[in-house]
């Protein structure tokens, strides 16, 4: 901001929520400049008693001869009157010869088509943690609570990613109840993010994601989850290791893309938020600019894990020249960009299944940090997986026998080897006993997978991966189920 007013930019956009924050901000950049701030509201020019349209606002702003920085206050449904616009082109060569600029400052920005080339649109930071610090420090000495460092520091980073504003009723609530900061809790102020990010729709923060251990099979992902969890530390940039950038995953349905993606944060103990890129077009708001917003959000909350799940369904028809739409282009070209530039510590977990949709630019090398394949499971892989699920269902795994189930559920995949065990459950419970290996054997018998109707897609797809991806699975059996393939 201080560079485009020091340049003598006339026309400036900013996004934000906080006025008050933004306007005190202004004000201390104009002392600097020697150019004073002058809001304007049509609201202000009422209660002066003028004529309160925004053209008169500009015309104020015209007859204004001294130096000075205006900043129009939710102006923005005034753009869309023609004269409106004009009347903002026409200052511009005033505002140059003046040394003013003119700041449209609201939480919503969108400019019209003759305005945009000439507006430099600025997205407000939210507020860092030294500030956010100083902020608590404040209000905890006003409540007399005191705070010891750890509390502080636990305290700032749960609100992290908050406006100022927000961050400021968060803590207010949270030193007044006895329970809350008083005796060392801050759950409260996670409870509160998360109810405000809900708002936003775009972020999902998880709750309590899987345990890596609820993943059956898939040990060379594992192992590399392991090998790379700490790249996130210090030591690691010390050592002159990048930050983990992200992770994609790709493969048949049901295999624990999904399930592994949320495992990786509790794996590495960081914070889980599911990004909805479809719901970037719904949100009122260019896609683009949505998420722009979002990506920043999840930088300011990094170290996270940002969950993207299905992302051949959004990004399928990019580089189709009919059916991709330009806004669509601009979206993922501004997604890359983030990915591939990003410094801040959000490693994305990407998932997909159609890989033959997904934009070749997207598995460029630079993008992900790698890229796996998640077949469905083997032999191995498969009595895992059944084990991990009797355990869900408080089941002792050593009372069946796993080892011949597995062999007679070729070409399951784990969410169907799941379904054999709750399938298997309501049966004794319908017998009103528990669950024999009996149960197992004639639901597993009854169970026709998914592979016998996508039998080729998933060839294919084995056949896309050999060259482009490393198996997720450890287990040499599917060596050989690949060679035999051949
Ligand atoms: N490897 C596995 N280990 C344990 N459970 C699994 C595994 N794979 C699948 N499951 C079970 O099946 C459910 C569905 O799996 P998941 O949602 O992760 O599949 P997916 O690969 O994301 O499939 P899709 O492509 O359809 O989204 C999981 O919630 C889990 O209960
Ligand atoms: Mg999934």
Same mark, same amino acid.
């Given at each position: ?14 996004? #934000? ?36 349209? @925004? ?9 204004? =001869? ?40 609201? =939480?919503?920005?969108?400019?019209? /088509?003759?305005?945009?080339? $000439? ?36 305290? /700032? ?8 504003? #927000? ?25 509160? !993010? ?15 994601? =899987? ?32 930050? =983990? ?67 051949? !369904? ?19 070209? @501004? ?6 530039? !990003?410094?801040?510590?959000? *490693? ?16 460029? !090398?630079?993008? *992900? ?22 355990? &869900?269902?408080?089941? $002792? ?28 459950? *309501? ?16 639901? &597993? ?42």
């Amino acid at each position: 901001m201080r560079g485009y007013l020091r340049a003598g930019y006339p026309f400036l956009a900013v996004e #934000s929520h906080e006025e008050e924050r933004v306007l005190e901000a202004l004000a201390a950049l104009g002392r600097e400049l020697g150019r004073p701030v002058r809001p304007i509201s049509v609201t202000a020019a009422r209660r002066k008693d003028v004529e309160h349209d @925004a053209r008169t606002c500009l015309d104020a702003v015209s007859a204004h =001869p001294d130096a000075a920085i205006f900043v129009l206050l939710d102006f923005h449904p005034f753009l869309g009157d023609p004269i409106v616009v004009r009347l903002v082109r026409d200052l511009r060569g005033r505002l140059e010869g003046r040394s003013q600029s003119l700041i449209f400052l609201s =939480p919503h920005v969108e400019l019209p /088509v003759e305005l945009e080339t $000439d507006f430099v649109v600025l997205e407000w930071p939210l507020p860092d943690a030294a500030t956010l610090r100083a902020l608590l420090e404040a209000e905890a000495r006003a409540a007399r609570v005191p705070l010891d460092a750890e509390l502080a520091a636990a305290s /700032v980073r749960a609100v992290q990613g908050l406006t100022f504003a #927000s961050s400021r009723r968060a803590f207010r609530r949270a030193l007044g109840e006895p329970d809350g900061l008083p005796s060392g809790n801050t759950e409260g102020l996670v409870a509160e !993010k998360r109810r405000i990010l809900k708002r936003t729709d775009l972020l999902e923060l998880i709750d309590t994601p =899987p345990a890596l251990d609820a993943v059956g099979g898939l040990g060379a992902l594992k192992a590399w989850l392991l090998e790379r969890e700490a790249g996130f530390g210090e030591q690691a940039r010390a050592f002159g290791l990048p930050s =983990p950038k992200g992770l994609l995953l790709v493969g048949v349905q049901g295999c624990g893309k999904s399930l592994s993606a949320k495992a990786v944060a509790r794996a590495w103990g960081l914070p889980l938020a599911r990004l909805d890129f479809s719901a970037l077009f719904t949100y009122g708001r260019s896609p683009e600019q949505s998420l722009r917003r979002v990506l920043r959000l999840a930088e300011t909350l990094s170290p996270i894990v940002l969950w993207l799940d299905e992302i051949d !369904k959004v990004f399928k028809s990019v580089g189709e020249d009919e059916s991709g739409s330009e806004e669509l282009q601009r979206l993922f070209a @501004a997604f890359i960009t983030w990915l591939q530039e !990003k410094t801040a510590p959000a *490693f994305v977990v990407a998932t997909a299944n159609a890989v033959d949709r997904l934009p070749p630019e997207l598995l460029r !090398k630079g993008r *992900f940090d790698e890229i796996f394949f998640v077949d469905l499971p083997s032999l191995a892989e498969r009595s895992d997986i059944l084990g991990i699920h009797l355990r &869900a269902h408080r089941r $002792d795994p050593a009372r069946y026998d796993l080892a011949e189930l597995a062999s007679s559920c070729e070409h399951m995949s784990g969410a169907e080897l799941e379904q054999i065990v709750i399938g298997g459950l *309501f049966r004794a419970f319908r017998d009103g006993r528990d669950l024999t290996m009996d149960d197992l054997r004639i639901v &597993a018998k009854a169970t026709v997978p998914l592979y016998r109707t996508y039998e080729d897609q998933i060839k294919a797809l084995r056949e896309w991966a050999k060259t482009r991806a490393r198996r997720a699975s450890t287990d040499h059996g599917l060596a050989e189920l690949w060679a035999g393939q051949r």
